[in-house]
């Protein structure tokens, strides 16, 4: 089976890559900033000029404008790429029998409670998420048009982390050398790995599975009371982490809502995979 993933730069893909070829599939990426043999060239501005390979089973859609400034500071230039050029890109996927998962976001929901359901109107709060809702209405009406129901599956995520992305890579190097280190006692989330989400995505591959689907976090939690719990869990003083409200260093939060977490349930029925828990987080901080 020949996989593609489009946004071969990304954290997720960095990840996912690895694991599909383990999984014994030919995988090929797309970038936007070089070509080689397992990599092909894609200009999210251009996808008129992008070929679609021979023998395509699937296509991960990983790529597009991800930054939560960005989408706020040029939201006409991230809606171009983000809902208009990536429909259309998804449209010749569809078109030429290629199954396709999008890979979507929790933040399309801000709900006043926690764990929305799969099948539950989306809610977006910022241009970011406004933006993955609108690219996810269209994917879907796209792919009833086409009578493709059964080849598109959205994929929506919780936060993934990991001990090199930020701010936990700064924690980690504070941690290490006894420093103190600030984190937000206002802003939560409901972590994941970059490695459960790549799991996911395998898993409805293997099942040719439609529709959309959820991977959370158990529940929320601050970043202060995540990074008190891993000095705890790494057996450190506790009080290195100094909890901080945002307003008190000016800090904006595009994104700030006490529940990110998502419900599970059909997700688990289907792809046969549960919450991640805070201990499968700190254990990787631990390595």
Known sequence: MKILIVGGDSRLSKTLLPMLKMNNY???KTSRKYSNKE?????FENIDDFLIPKDLDFAIIVGGVTDYNA????????????????PLLINNFLKSNINVIFISTNTVFMKNYSHPKENEIRNPGFPYASLKSITEKKLIMLSQELS????LSILR??????????PFDNWLDKIKNNENFNAFNNLFFAPITFEKSSEAIIKIIEKSAPGIFHISGKKDISY????????????????LCTPINSSDINVKL?????YTSL???????????NYVNLEEIYEIFKK
Do not use: P
């Open 39 to 43: 990599t092909l060239f894609l200009d």
């Open 254 to 258: 595009r994104y700030n809502h006490f």
């Open 71 to 86: 989408c706020e500071d040029n939201y006409e230039y991230a809606h171009k790429i983000n809902c208009i050029n990536m």
């Open 157 to 166: 995520l919780t936060k993934n982390v990991s001990f090199d992305t930020s």
């Open 26 to 28: 030919s995988v090929l």
């Open 224 to 239: 202060s009371d995540f990074g008190k719990g891993l000095l705890q869990y790494l057996k450190k003083d506790q009080n």
């Open 148 to 151: 493709k129901e059964n080849q």
């Open 263 to 273: 419900n599970m349930k059909y997700t688990s029925s289907i792809l046969d995979i």
